[in-house]
């Protein structure tokens, strides 16, 4: 019998699409998420998600089969639309029957989704617009997440809670809908769940948990962090290419904006051309997530964060992180 059965039971198509007892992803964090935090994930009843990011298929299909070996719960894998091997990580889900791939970064490419769905695996996509979460869901993706500008990693200029009104109304009827983006506690959860959200997607509360692989450096950055401390990048000149991303501010952040100056400069006085500047900048966070998770350098890695990192005070296990943030929906649930 479970300790939270109103959340349990606004929970139930989540996760019973998941396979899980709590309709909880840990949404794929690179570098972060490997075996470790996914298999403590799906054994603590919540979905673990294996970050792929630009893993070659070798490695991914390494991954899976650890993973494996850790959980016999179920999990998911997430590819990034634009890899230049997104089929042949897709052949390596196969090869595991993976039951879900989440598929993040873009637009899904021709024949992506028809090709996971081919060896029975459920889809799960992103949409930045209501329009283009109706036309994937139509074409055949089996979920969808929907992630605000408070989440950490790259992220979109919407924020959560706006999102969520936009989508919530007009899909969460008929489809399995997934908000993700800010969420600290488990009164957000109750509240994304009694709008008809099939569950919810965290992934800075999890990625300084007990079992995470996180460098302590990265860990103690978060634990100092505050939620204005998880910064957005900032984009200089329009002429340069910029992602957003979030993550917490430190000398890279500081010397990404004075980078920018000085190539807008050096491109204005002639010395370098329009292909050679943007190149300068996206190779300048190149490798910087690997250097904060798993070197520790947190002043000039990219130290991503969502700004629920206040929220993130001690390294806790998986389990209680899960099981407070239950109790924190229920206590909520049950006090309307
Ligand atoms: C360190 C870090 C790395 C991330 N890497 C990825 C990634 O590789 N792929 C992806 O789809 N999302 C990535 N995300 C986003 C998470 O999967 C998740 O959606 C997000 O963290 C949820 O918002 P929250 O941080 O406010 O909980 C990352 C987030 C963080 C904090």
């Known amino acids: 019998m479970t300790s939270s059965p109103k959340t349990s039971a606004m929970?139930?198509?989540?996760?019973?699409?998941?396979?899980?007892?709590?309709?909880i992803?840990?949404?794929?964090?690179?570098?972060?998420?490997?075996?470790?935090?996914?298999?403590?994930?799906?054994?603590?009843?919540?979905?673990?998600?294996?970050?792929?990011?630009?893993?070659?298929?070798?490695?991914?299909?390494?991954?899976?089969?650890?993973?494996?070996?850790?959980?016999?719960?179920?999990?998911?894998?997430?590819?990034?639309?634009?890899?230049?091997?997104?089929?042949?990580?897709?052949?390596?889900?196969?090869?595991?029957?993976?039951?879900?791939?989440?598929?993040?970064?873009?637009?899904?490419?021709?024949?992506?989704?028809?090709?996971?769905?081919?060896?029975?695996a459920k889809v799960l996509v992103f949409a930045?617009?209501?329009?283009?979460?109706?036309?994937?869901?139509?074409?055949?993706?089996?979920?969808?997440?929907?992630?605000?500008s408070e989440a950490g990693g790259h992220i979109g200029p919407v924020s959560t809670s706006v999102l969520a009104q936009e989508f919530l109304p007009a899909l969460a009827e008929d489809h399995v809908v997934f908000v993700a983006g800010g969420i600290g506690r488990g009164e957000m959860i109750a509240s994304y769940l009694e709008m008809g959200a099939s569950g919810v997607q965290l992934g800075t509360r999890f990625a300084c948990a007990t079992e995470s692989?996180?460098?302590?450096?990265?860990?103690?950055?978060?634990f100092r962090g505050n939620a204005r401390d998880a910064i957005a990048s900032v984009q200089v000149d329009p002429r340069l290419p910029v992602i957003p991303v979030r993550a917490l501010k430190n000398k890279g952040t500081e010397e990404f904006t004075a980078k920018q100056v000085e190539v807008a400069k050096r491109l204005d006085e002639g010395l370098i051309d329009m292909g050679e500047a943007q190149l300068e900048i996206e190779h300048f966070w190149a490798g910087a997530l690997r250097r904060a998770v798993i070197d520790g350098d947190v002043e000039r890695g990219s130290v991503m964060a969502g700004q629920s990192v206040g929220m993130v005070n001690?390294?806790?296990?998986?389990?209680?992180?899960?099981?407070?943030?239950?109790?924190?929906?229920?206590?909520?649930?049950?006090?309307?």
């Open 11 to 23: 929970m139930r198509r989540g996760a019973e699409f998941l396979g899980t007892e709590h309709a």
């Open 25 to 120: 992803l840990c949404g794929a964090m690179s570098w972060v998420s490997e075996r470790n935090l996914v298999s403590a994930i799906s054994n603590a009843g919540g979905f673990g998600v294996i970050a792929c990011g630009a893993m070659t298929p070798e490695l991914l299909d390494a991954e899976i089969a650890a993973t494996k070996a850790l959980t016999d719960k179920p999990f998911g894998v997430n590819l990034i639309t634009m890899h230049p091997m997104l089929f042949d990580l897709i052949a390596v889900c196969a090869k595991h029957k993976v039951g879900h791939v989440v598929l993040a970064g873009g637009i899904p490419p021709k024949g992506s989704v028809e090709a996971i769905k081919e060896f029975g």
């Open 128 to 148: 930045p617009t209501l329009a283009l979460a109706k036309k994937l869901l139509r074409s055949g993706a089996d979920a969808l997440v929907i992630e605000g």
């Open 213 to 222: 692989i996180a460098h302590p450096a990265f860990k103690a950055a978060f």
């Open 314 to 336: 001690k390294e806790e296990p998986v389990a209680d992180i899960i099981a407070q943030l239950m109790a924190e929906s229920e206590a909520a649930l049950s006090r309307r």
